[in-house]
């Protein structure tokens, strides 16, 4: 029975992060998305000879990629000792997905800005579009971020 003891130097499992550090990545994820589409909404950044368009459908899944990526090997390298590149390239992957159809919606159901954007009636349309496009950019990050990191920690066998 005593050599079955468990102690603090010797776990008998990975417990994997705990759950502080993966909403903090998740928070960063999604302020990083959300700032960024609302300075490119907002027309706060210089972007005369770029489309409309390459804001939100490239560029955002593009970063959501990239932070979503070195959050989930940060995640894993925590939790396991090691990172599995491939497996967390192939899970982050599917980001643009859900991003790409929650602009598609805003696009067709321009109401579901509305409520975000009452909220600053003096301020210009670019920057009521901007803090609208910052609101759910900030929480799509978030809730992709928040599932990736659940997965990220998995440990290779």
């Known amino acids: 029975m005593a050599g ?3 102690t603090s130097t010797s776990p008998d ?3 994997g992060v705990n759950s502080g550090i993966r909403i903090v990545l998740a928070l960063l994820v999604g302020i990083v998305v959300g700032i960024f589409m609302l300075t490119w909404d907002a027309k706060f950044i210089a972007r005369d000879a770029f489309p409309d368009w390459l804001g939100p459908y490239i560029i955002m899944p593009v970063l959501a990629i990239v932070l979503g990526y070195g959050s989930n090997c940060l995640i894993q390298q925590l939790s396991c000792g090691q990172v599995q590149w491939m497996v967390q390239l192939q899970r982050v992957s599917i980001v643009p997905i859900p991003i790409v159809l929650m602009w598609i919606i805003l696009g ?3 109401g579901m800005r509305w409520p ?3 909220l600053i009636q003096s301020g210009t349309p670019e920057l009521r579009k901007g803090m ?3 609101y759910y950019a900030f929480w799509i990050g ?3 971020q928040n599932m990736l990191n659940g997965t990220a920690q998995l440990c290779p066998i």
């Open 116 to 118: 975000i954007e009452g």
């Open 132 to 134: 609208s496009s910052g």
């Open 108 to 110: 067709f159901v321009p």
């Open 13 to 15: 499992k990975k417990l």
């Open 142 to 144: 978030l809730y992709l």
């Open 4 to 6: 079955n003891a468990v």
